[in-house]
């Protein structure tokens, strides 16, 4: 449960705060360098008082752990750690069971907090175990990826995957702060950066022109690191936080911010959720053009536009085209078989992210399955 802020910690020059307003579960994301020395404090300010369980994968751990104990610690607050294998194939019902028995041995109380150190996979799992144990404990986010900076560690989405398809079990769970060190970002890979920028472009994609415009100006200098990067990611913030606070549970309009996610997660799950074959960023950026195409192909959108959005991936390095994704050729029939289970799906009808051009998507319930197997068969021919 969340405790009285006791003080607000001492703001530091070229860090900005995004509110998240979500009436009694509001929060801050609190975006700079080198703020992961500081997690203690900004923590201890909000929950004074709490021990904690901190989440991560093997290789957030290596790279980025002990500066989070060192800073809880600074903080007075204890903690202990649950190390997870990195990669997709963890937010898993084997893995969750074990964050959950880490959380029960460390006598968890409904008043501490989990901590999720690392990418989407990690705040995902964390999340849900965190909303579960003891029917809630607090949460906090220090995200370690572009993809969780801007995305996933934002707006209290939670969950595992199951072979049947894509975050299938889960739970809203707001986390309690989010804490984005910038400077984190200095390891990650180029092909996770990227895969974390089709986020980015998602949401000038669905209402906000100009940023897309502004990505199209500065992607080269979001990519090499400096105040444009620190722009776009709390523009990102802002963009998720907007349609967060209008619709917490997706009742309506947060469904737009899946566009992109019913071919995305089809592909995720046809590929086994191999991460040598396709991550999640990378099937949002094959998603969101094959949305684009087919919005162009139902007569909803200009080829021209869709030219253009296949273009910016392409020139941030991301796939565009089903081909694209190494390994056998996939199958019409188990994309179908995905798309069918996807949670957007309403008394058996298809909905998707359809779009009317750059910035203009909008949810389009009853798509006819014939005409998604149609533009499928195309796309998959070439
Ligand atoms: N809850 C939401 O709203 C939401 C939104 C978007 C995506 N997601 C989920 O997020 C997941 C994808 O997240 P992701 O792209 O962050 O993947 P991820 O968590 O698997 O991280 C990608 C890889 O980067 C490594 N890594 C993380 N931080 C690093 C760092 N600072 N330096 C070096 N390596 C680092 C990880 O160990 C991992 O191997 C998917 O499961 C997706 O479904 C959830
Ligand atoms: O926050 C949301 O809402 C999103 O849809 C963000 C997506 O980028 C993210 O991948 C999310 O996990 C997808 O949600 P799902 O409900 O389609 O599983
Ligand atoms: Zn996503």
Known sequence: MPRPVPHAPARVADE???????GSRSYDIVIGEGLIDRAGEEIAA????????IVTDETVARLHLTRLEIALAGAGIESTCVKLPAGETTKSFAHLERTV???????????????????GVIGDLAGFASAIVKRGTNFVQVPTTLLAQVDSSVGGKTGINTPRGKNLVGAFHQPTLVLSDIALLDTL??????????????YGLIDRP?????????????????????????????????????????????????LGHTFGHALERAVGYDPARLVHGEGVAIGMALAHRFSAKL?????????????HLGAAGLPTEIAAIPGPALDRRALMEAIAQDKKVSRGRLTFILTHGIGQAFVARDVEPTDVERFLDEELAK
């Open 16 to 22: 900005r705060r995004v509110r998240v307003s979500l």
């Open 46 to 53: 909000r929950l004074p008082g709490i021990r904690a369980v």
């Open 101 to 119: 028995d880490a959380m029960l041995e460390a006598r968890l109380e409904r008043g501490d907090a989990v901590i999720a150190l690392g990418g």
């Open 189 to 202: 890979s180029p092909r996770e950066f990227a895969a974390g920028y089709a986020e980015v472009v998602k």
């Open 210 to 258: 100009d940023f897309f415009e502004f990505l199209e100006r500065n992607r080269p200098a979001i990519f090499a690191g400096g105040s444009e990067r620190a722009e776009a990611i709390a523009m990102s913030c802002e963009a998720k936080a907007a349609v967060v606070a209008a619709d917490e549970e997706e009742h309506a309009s947060r469904a737009l911010l899946n």
């Open 299 to 311: 007569g909803l959108a200009t080829r021209q536009d869709a030219g253009r959005v296949a273009a």
